[in-house]
């Protein structure tokens, strides 16, 4: 009977196949089975504390070492609990998450997310709902109030939502502090004037949500997507820019560009705010990028498998033809 394979090529195409497959069988049995992340670590958070710290970081974006780094020191704190403000993942691919998940989970305090907009890349703003609850939300520890916001679009607040703020707003006046977190910055502090830069897209919105703030004499706002440090005032009200819990930074000021986190104290006397600085290797963009070439192959593998299989097979079958060929015009 005709040889119809080419045995030289078989077995690397087999192996190929059952590593492709083996992938996405991996992928499948070991995802994190998670719901409701944030609800979950609220209860975990002893709200009647008076007095108590809480650490804020944002702009992670898939950081392997340098995140790493930054749990591991926040291990280290006496802080209630923590809060990420956004860009937890280069993108909304759920194998991204799979890493930002599996790292937090070696945090030992609770650790609360906000949505920022690379988690609505590849579709991720319902794989961020399915796996850490709602987009916006509030809670209370002592005398503080804490409002999580979404802007991840980076364009506005949807009617609801601004309907809501205004609602806990209200609500917050009877406490003492009144925290409020957003991912998008409202202004730009590294431009002159309330031009659009890095910040909601937005100015007439931005303008609208400061006089809010003022208003209702927010203690602190706390943003990133910047990736740096700034602190200041807009309005009447100050805020904090935290974006550098591991992705690139955005230059080479040692006054605003180093990575790092907040962590803030509230008791009786007032609110103080220490910045943490995090270590990160000496050559960070290699790291980071020798981390991103892995998990962008195993992503890939997870999502195109049966692309990477139809590839895979296609190859064998046009070498062996090819082989075939060769084999006949020898006789």
Do not use: C
Request: no cysteine.
């Amino acid at each position: 009977m005709r040889q119809i394979y080419n045995k030289k090529l078989l077995f690397p195409a087999i192996f190929l196949l059952m590593i492709t497959i083996g992938i996405k069988v991996y992928s499948t049995l070991t995802f994190p089975h998670i719901t409701d992340w944030n609800y979950r670590h609220l209860q975990m958070i002893d709200k009647k504390r008076e007095t108590f710290s809480f650490a804020v970081f944002g702009d992670n974006k898939n950081s392997i070492t340098t995140f790493d780094n930054l749990i591991k020191k926040l291990n280290s704190e006496d802080v209630l609990f923590a809060i990420d403000i956004g860009d937890l993942v280069e993108d909304g691919e759920r194998e991204k998450f799979r890493f930002f998940i599996n790292q937090i989970r070696h945090s030992d305090k609770p650790l609360l997310t906000a949505i920022g907009n690379h988690e609505l890349r590849e579709n991720g703003r319902g794989t961020y709902y399915n796996l850490f609850g709602r987009f916006y939300y509030s809670f209370t520890v002592g005398d503080a109030y804490f409002i999580v916001l979404d802007d991840a679009n980076e364009y506005n607040l949807d009617p609801w939502q601004m309907q809501w703020l205004k609602e806990q707003l209200e609500k917050s006046l009877k406490y003492k502090y009144r925290f409020v977190f957003m991912h998008v910055p409202l202004f730009d502090p590294r431009t002159e004037g309330l031009r659009i830069a890095h910040n909601l897209k937005d100015i007439k919105l931005a303008k609208h949500l400061n006089r809010l703030f003022d208003k209702y004499n927010i203690t602190m706002l706390f943003a990133s997507h910047i990736h740096a440090y700034y602190r200041g005032v807009w309005g009447r009200t100050p805020y904090i820019i935290t974006g550098g819990a591991g992705a690139e930074l955005v230059g080479t000021d040692p006054e605003h560009d180093f990575y790092h986190y907040i962590k803030v104290t509230v008791g009786d006397a007032g609110v103080s705010y220490e910045v943490k600085r995090v270590k990160s290797p000496d050559l960070e963009i290699i790291d980071r990028l020798a981390h991103d070439v892995w998990i962008y192959i195993y992503a890939f593998f997870v999502l195109h498998y049966l692309d990477v299989i139809l590839v895979i097979l296609l190859i064998y079958l046009i070498l062996t033809i090819r082989s075939m060929r060769r084999g006949r015009a020898r006789l």
